[in-house]
């Protein structure tokens, strides 16, 4: 049958399952002392990204290349967000802590800020592993992208952030989740938003870039 031949869908699927799991775990490991934890997630959209495109050859090979091109830089703005992630936590939680109509104005104020710096989060490293800029602009262009493109970013946002919510909503699920997402669901999910990021940067790209790409 042709759907178990070595072209068929079934072969595809497990042969891309097998390839999610091995880049879950590269990424998971790269991940451990935390602060490598920008490099990591860059170098694991750029295995995806030439995984949606089936430009993949090694993926340990491609992703630890990856993973040592953008470490400086990766890391640098990972380390900033990591900082500017806890401030909004500190003020969040000062902001329930006074309470009153003080605190429900801060509060709203914290909370539009978090979510502006998830929505730069979702972007900010597969842009790191897609084009080459500054620090700076590499920032820049996930809050504008983020910001330009709103319903693509409310759908890769909810995405990323459903496994926690569902652990949080249920606490016995967590250890239905944690399972799940140390095989295959950082990768999985990644995968899902990599090809509603790549529909966003071939609209940034150089023609010839573009061409590049759909050879």
């Known amino acids: 049958m042709e759907f178990f031949s070595p072209d068929g869908l079934f072969y595809r699927i497990i042969s891309r399952i097998g390839d999610l799991f091995i880049l879950n ?38 992703f630890l290349e990856a993973f040592q091109k953008n470490f400086k830089q990766a890391t640098i703005i990972w380390s900033v967000l990591l900082g500017v992630g806890g401030v909004l936590g500190v003020d969040i939680f ?48 996930s809050l504008y992208m983020s910001i330009g493109y709103l319903p693509i970013t409310i759908v890769i946002m909810f995405l990323n952030i459903l496994p926690g919510f569902l652990s949080y909503l ?24 990599a090809g509603m990021l790549e529909y966003i940067f071939r609209k940034h790209m150089p023609k010839e870039t573009k061409k590049i790409d759909k050879e």
């Open 25 to 62: 775990i590269l990424f998971l490991i790269c991940s451990l002392p935390i602060l490598t934890i920008g490099a990591s997630a860059t170098a694991m959209y750029s295995v995806l990204f030439k995984l949606r495109r089936g430009e993949l050859g090694y993926i340990s090979k491609e």
């Open 94 to 141: 000062y902001a329930n802590f006074i309470g009153g109509d003080l605190g429900n104005v801060l509060k709203v104020c914290f909370i539009f800020l978090a979510i502006l710096y998830m929505s730069i989060l979702s972007y900010v490293f597969a842009i790191q592993s897609r084009f080459e800029n500054s620090i700076r602009g590499t920032i820049k262009a």
């Open 170 to 193: 249920r606490a016995e699920w967590f250890w239905k989740i944690a399972p799940i997402m140390l095989v295959i669901g950082i990768a999985g999910i990644g995968y899902i938003c």
